[in-house]
């Protein structure tokens, strides 16, 4: 026997019948629905502004660190140089000219037979942005000078943009 619902004066107004199957749907049927909601528009927002924020925090550390890893590189590739060229002038007598250039560390200068090279076992590098070193010998502050310009690419500057040099 199934229990059977009371029928109030208006049918609109009846009310639910108590132990009837009509009430929940099928339980994959919720689950479909359930599944099929998204995010409302105001959650996407809050989402992307905490997103932009983390961003606004995290960016500017991470730049500044790869800009010091650039001056970094450019030091440790000055001093790889340099240890070439005392190597150059152990063997030869005397450092490269400017003219020479940092090329006779890997090619013999025409003349000059005790050159025992390469002194590089790879071509010699550009700097971190992809400029040469500068060269000059004799130096301006030693026996030579070896510099890179930075960034810009122009003598003197601060921050990234500053020369890295051998003296």
């Known amino acids: 026997m199934s229990p059977t619902c009371q029928v109030a ?8 019948c108590l132990g009837a199957q009509a009430a929940k749907p099928p339980r994959s049927a919720r689950a479909r629905r ?11 927002l809050v989402v992307i502004v905490i997103i932009g924020m983390l961003a606004g925090l995290v960016a500017p550390r991470y730049f500044d660190q790869v800009s010091k890893s650039n001056t970094k590189i450019a030091k440790a590739q000055i001093d790889s140089l340099e240890k070439a060229l005392d190597q150059y002038r152990l063997d ?33 590098p550009l700097d971190p942005w992809g400029a040469a ?32 040099t051998s003296w």
């Open 9 to 16: 004066e208006l049918p609109a107004m009846r009310p639910p």
């Open 34 to 44: 359930g599944a099929a909601r998204g995010f409302t528009l105001l959650e996407l």
């Open 92 to 124: 030869v007598g005397s450092y490269p000219s400017t003219e020479q250039g940092l090329e006779a560390l890997n090619a013999r200068p025409q003349n000059l037979e005790k050159w025992a090279g390469p002194y590089l076992k790879k071509a010699v």
């Open 133 to 164: 070193y500068v060269y000059k010998s004799p130096g301006d502050h030693g026996e030579y000078d070896l510099l890179s310009l930075g960034k810009d690419g122009q003598p003197g500057g601060t921050g990234e943009a500053a020369d890295v």
